[in-house]
């Protein structure tokens, strides 16, 4: 079971775990950002989506992330590195007639490249990977899952701009 929250008044507040009553599913995922200052989505199940997946067991949510980036786009994982932690999104999904929330943990990755050359996870669904110029991404906002347009946005207010160092 999880944790319980107290607020202020010393009340137990549950977690949203709890509260969903749900069995929990662990992924991670990343927000890929190259040299151009392109940022990676895939085309998958109607929609545009960033790379993601369930962690393994005994795997770090880091080292599960970067798999996932390399599995879903057929980038080179020693290209890529964590710059640090975005978000967590959480959805619901079924697998093998069991409903589960899932939990994404999203992280900013940096592409040490330019628009290099995807190759698609066809068997995941995954049917084109394309980089997009920050100026561009409005123009996808509308076919973004939600949970992707979450992680995108808060991304886009506090770090799209920061200096790279």
Same mark, same amino acid.
């Given at each position: 079971m999880?944790k319980?929250?107290?607020?202020?008044?010393?009340?137990k507040?549950?977690?949203?775990?709890?509260?969903?009553?749900?069995?929990? $599913?662990?992924? @991670?995922?990343g927000?890929?950002?190259?040299?151009?200052?392109?940022?990676l989505?895939?085309?998958?199940?109607?929609?545009?989506?960033?790379?993601?997946?369930? $962690?393994e067991?005994?795997?770090?949510?880091?080292? @599960?992330a970067?798999?996932?980036?390399?599995?879903?786009?057929?980038?080179?994982?020693?290209?890529?590195?964590?710059?640090?932690?975005?978000?967590?999104?959480?959805?619901?999904?079924?697998?093998?007639?069991v409903?589960?929330?899932?939990?994404?943990?999203?992280y900013?990755?940096?592409?040490?490249?330019?628009?290099?050359?995807?190759?698609?996870?066809?068997?995941?669904?995954?049917?084109?990977?394309?980089?997009?110029?920050?100026?561009? +991404?409005?123009?996808?906002r509308? +076919? +973004?899952? @939600?949970? $992707?347009?979450?992680?995108?946005?808060?991304?886009?207010?506090?770090?799209?701009?920061?200096?790279?160092?």
């Open positions: 999880g319980h929250n107290k607020n202020d008044k010393g009340k507040r549950m977690n949203l775990e709890e509260t969903i009553g749900l069995p929990v $599913i662990e992924s @991670a995922g927000l890929v950002r190259n040299r151009s200052h392109h940022v989505l895939m085309f998958k199940r109607g929609k545009w989506d960033m790379p993601k997946g369930r $962690i067991p005994g795997q770090s949510k880091e080292t @599960a970067i798999r996932e980036v390399e599995e879903e786009t057929g980038l080179d994982p020693n290209k890529l590195s964590i710059k640090g932690k975005l978000v967590s999104t959480f959805h619901t999904t079924t697998h093998g007639g409903k589960y929330l899932k939990k994404t943990h999203w900013l990755m940096e592409y040490d490249s330019e628009d290099d050359e995807t190759v698609p996870q066809n068997e995941e669904g995954i049917i084109e990977c394309r980089w997009i110029h920050l100026s561009d +991404l409005p123009a996808y509308e +076919l +973004l899952r @939600a949970r $992707i347009n979450y992680v995108v946005d808060f991304w886009h207010q506090n770090l799209a701009y920061v200096p790279r160092r």
